[in-house]
């Protein structure tokens, strides 16, 4: 073998072990131990598929082995007990990085297992043997699907062509359970953001809300005073002040109110009467205003209530805001309830267009509109995270005739 040739095999098995240890499949010692005793409940899938593999090949045995840079390890065994036995004893080692299937009636006979202890008696008496790699997703071969027996076996193209079928389907079992572990890690992962996102809006939130009250107050103070002139340039300033930091503390409380939303529900019975008839009183300044007329059908919906009233506040005052100038808004409240609970809010508005109906659901994004109101871009995204931590979703269309229908979909009834 020349020596470039070892260097490559050499960062193959190096990419190889990197592989294995990201799924972190379960390990004994090389010391016989069997593998049950670290605690490792092999999976049903993959003792049926073992237990299959036996009776597909005729064999008296199968294991899965995971082939580790120096010891083989069964995680599932039929026939014989799991353990784990050291890399160089193993027959599997010989030929899982080959690519394809190994079948042998007689392996005293074979120059590559005819002194292995597994043949020899050293541990075993194995005669019949065959051996399909373990390849993932990423190329490299895990280990192997083994079958064997103390007697001397034929190996028909039928039998090898179940055992290679066999071993692909125990690759996607345990490729499944890489997957699963990584998503469960990922969850977890969000859920630690979240809960560090809304420390951090709390305490960020505390720390602007106090000076920017200061400022508030002190503008008012200064707008008062018999010294300022109304008419005058100061008087103006300190208006320009007032707004900028009305708009900014209004803007700190819906990150603070976005940061703390949509994490966990408690669902109960209430009907959509009863939560527009509160969502009706905080709007009433906004609707007067415009005489906006606001229908609703009623439902029962098992939902959490105050999240879902944030939600319909802020989109009834959506519907409110964006209405077409010189036109008093009318804004219909329809709740839906089958196998899943579903509100639409359909408004006459300006509507949204296509290409800006996604972006719009994401936090801090605002349509540079002329003529549309100030604000943070927030409470879109408030509703989306109401939506999803009810197992739903939201999404926007537009209403026949121009305007607006936002679908929120509440999870099952």
Same mark, same amino acid.
């Given at each position: 073998?020349? *020596?470039?040739?070892?260097?490559? *095999?050499?960062?193959?098995?190096?990419?190889?072990?990197?592989?294995?240890?990201?799924?972190?499949?379960?390990?004994?010692?090389?010391?016989?131990?069997?593998?049950?005793?670290?605690?490792?409940?092999?999976?049903?899938?993959?003792?049926?598929?073992?237990?299959?593999?036996?009776?597909?090949?005729?064999?008296?045995?199968?294991?899965?082995?995971?082939?580790?840079?120096?010891?083989?390890?069964?995680?599932?065994?039929?026939?014989?007990?799991?353990?784990?036995?050291?890399?160089?004893?193993?027959?599997?080692?010989?030929?899982?990085?080959?690519?394809?299937?190994?079948?042998?009636?007689?392996?005293?006979?074979?120059?590559?297992?005819?002194?292995?202890?597994?043949?020899?008696?050293?541990?075993?008496?194995?005669?019949?043997?065959?051996?399909?790699?373990?390849?993932?997703?990423?190329?490299?071969?895990?280990?192997?699907?083994?079958?064997?027996?103390?007697?001397?076996?034929?190996?028909?193209?039928?039998?090898?062509?179940?055992?290679?079928?066999?071993?692909?389907?125990?690759?996607?079992?345990?490729?499944?359970?890489? %997957?699963?572990?990584? *998503?469960?890690?990922?969850?977890?992962?969000?859920?630690?953001?979240?809960?560090?996102?809304?420390?951090?809006?709390?305490?960020?939130?505390?720390?602007?809300?106090?000076?920017?009250?200061?400022?508030?107050?002190?503008?008012?103070?200064?707008?008062?005073?018999?010294?300022?002139?109304?008419?005058?340039?100061?008087?103006?300033?300190?208006?320009?002040?007032?707004?900028?930091?009305?708009?900014?503390?209004?803007?700190?409380?819906?990150?603070?109110?976005?940061?703390?939303?949509?994490?966990?529900?408690?669902?109960? %019975?209430?009907?959509?009467?009863?939560?527009?008839?509160?969502?009706?009183?905080?709007?009433?300044?906004?609707?007067?205003?415009?005489?906006?007329?606001?229908?609703?059908?009623?439902?029962?919906?098992?939902?959490?209530?105050?999240?879902?009233?944030?939600?319909?506040?802020?989109?009834?005052?959506?519907?409110?805001?964006?209405?077409?100038?010189?036109?008093?808004?009318?804004?219909?409240?329809?709740?839906?309830?089958?196998?899943?609970?579903?509100?639409?809010?359909?408004?006459?508005? %300006?509507?949204?267009?296509?290409?800006?109906?996604?972006?719009?659901?994401?936090?801090?994004?605002?349509?540079?509109?002329?003529?549309?109101?100030?604000?943070?871009?927030?409470?879109?995204?408030?509703?989306?995270?109401?939506?999803?931590?009810?197992?739903?979703?939201?999404?926007?269309?537009?209403?026949?005739?121009?305007?607006?229908?936002?679908?929120?979909?509440?999870?099952?009834?």
């Amino acid at each position: 073998m020349s *020596l470039l040739h070892a260097d490559e *095999l050499d960062l193959q098995e190096l990419a190889r072990q990197a592989i294995l240890q990201e799924y972190r499949l379960p390990y004994g010692e090389a010391d016989g131990t069997p593998v049950e005793a670290f605690d490792y409940q092999t999976p049903t899938e993959l003792l049926n598929l073992v237990k299959l593999a036996v009776r597909v090949s005729g064999m008296h045995a199968g294991v899965i082995n995971i082939i580790t840079a120096d010891q083989q390890h069964q995680i599932a065994a039929v026939g014989v007990d799991a353990a784990v036995c050291s890399r160089e004893d193993s027959m599997c080692s010989k030929v899982f990085r080959s690519g394809a299937i190994t079948a042998v009636p007689d392996a005293s006979r074979d120059p590559r297992f005819a002194d292995n202890p597994f043949v020899n008696g050293g541990i075993a008496l194995v005669r019949s043997y065959a051996s399909v790699p373990l390849v993932a997703e990423s190329g490299y071969a895990l280990g192997t699907l083994c079958v064997f027996s103390p007697e001397i076996l034929g190996f028909d193209a039928e039998q090898r062509e179940g055992l290679e079928i066999l071993a692909r389907q125990v690759v996607e079992v345990l490729e499944l359970q890489f %997957k699963t572990r990584q *998503l469960v890690e990922a969850l977890e992962v969000v859920r630690r953001s979240n809960e560090d996102l809304a420390g951090f809006a709390a305490r960020v939130s505390h720390d602007l809300k106090n000076p920017l009250t200061a400022i508030l107050g002190y503008t008012e103070l200064s707008e008062q005073d018999d010294d300022v002139e109304t008419s005058g340039p100061a008087a103006r300033y300190f208006s320009i002040i007032r707004g900028s930091a009305s708009r900014m503390l209004s803007t700190v409380e819906e990150v603070l109110e976005f940061s703390r939303i949509g994490g966990s529900i408690s669902r109960r %019975k209430v009907r959509l009467n009863t939560m527009m008839n509160a969502v009706l009183q905080d709007v009433l300044p906004l609707s007067s205003a415009c005489d906006a007329v606001v229908t609703v059908r009623d439902a029962q919906l098992e939902v959490d209530q105050a999240q879902v009233t944030a939600l319909l506040q802020n989109l009834v005052s959506n519907a409110i805001k964006y209405s077409t100038p010189g036109t008093p808004p009318r804004i219909e409240v329809v709740a839906d309830v089958g196998q899943t609970q579903v509100l639409r809010i359909i408004d006459h508005g %300006k509507g949204i267009d296509p290409a800006d109906r996604h972006r719009v659901l994401e936090p801090l994004v605002r349509l540079q509109r002329e003529g549309d109101p100030a604000g943070s871009g927030i409470g879109l995204a408030t509703c989306a995270r109401i939506a999803a931590a009810h197992d739903g979703s939201i999404s926007l269309t537009e209403t026949p005739g121009g305007g607006t229908t936002v679908t929120v979909d509440l999870g099952p009834a």
